[in-house]
């Protein structure tokens, strides 16, 4: 499935994407070999950054030009807080971890790096810059769900596996996809690569890419 041109573009031009797609935390999901505490330490993590990352989402309601972005942005939000967090919640609460703790969570500073300079693009910028930041997170988890899905040896992580490369998830990937490459013709023009904005664009996703390879890091640093 295409995650559309724009983003393409975008994950071609950062030096970083490898060290994110396949990150040792990727792999060791993948072959099963990453500790039970370790995950849960992440996942506890990502809750805090899904109720930020939300919040992002929300944002880019408001920042929308057109009805067709508006609904776009709102059904993100609705899938981050209803259903992706949901599966976090479900986790945990497996390992007897409910939600009001999962909320209450501290934040390290990976977290806060990276949560706070998504909603500051969203904040100083306008929808393009905020997009740039919020599409490695969404698509990166695609392109990863969809790699160990093809290649893991081990079922240990497999429901989280199984989320990132559902149908479900990956029509998500497409629709944000779609919703980009709309977002940047409208307002940049059917060639975004000659517009002056594109190396700007470019780098912010390069930025927000290496705070998801420090996410991972995190992950391995209970």
């Known amino acids: 499935m295409t995650y559309g041109t724009v983003f ?20 060791d999901l993948g ?16 809750y805090v950054f899904l109720v930020h990352f939300a919040r992002a989402w929300a944002l880019a309601v408001t920042k929308s030009e057109t009805v067709a972005e508006m609904r776009l942005t709102a059904a993100t939000v609705h ?8 599966l976090h919640i479900k986790t945990c609460a497996e390992a007897g971890i409910d ?7 501290q934040e390290r500073q990976e977290n806060l790096a990276y949560t706070r300079y998504v909603l500051d693009a969203g904040h100083s910028g306008d929808l393009l810059d905020l997009l740039a930041a919020l599409a490695p997170c969404v698509m990166g988890y695609g392109e990863i769900g969809t ?13 989280w596996i199984d989320t990132y490369a559902g149908d479900a998830y990956q029509q998500v990937c497409a629709n944000v996809g779609a ?17 002056p904005r594109w190396a700007t664009l470019c780098a912010r996703f390069d930025t927000a890419t290496r705070l ?3 996410f991972w890091d995190m992950g391995l640093a209970p």
Request: aromatic share 10%; hydrophobic share 45%.
């Open 99 to 105: 939600e009001a703790a999962l909320f209450a969570t």
């Open 8 to 27: 393409a573009g975008w994950r071609d031009a950062s030096p970083a994407w490898p060290a994110y797609t396949r990150h040792a935390f990727v792999q």
């Open 179 to 195: 919703l980009i490459d709309g977002a940047v013709a409208r307002r940049i023009g059917d060639a975004p690569q000659a517009s």
């Open 79 to 86: 899938g981050l807080i209803n259903e992706e967090i949901a």
């Open 31 to 46: 072959d099963g070999t990453l500790p039970r505490a370790a995950f849960l330490h992440y996942l506890k993590q990502d």
């Open 212 to 214: 998801e390879v420090g």
């Open 147 to 159: 790699y160990l899905a093809q290649t893991k040896t081990s079922d240990t992580y497999a429901g």
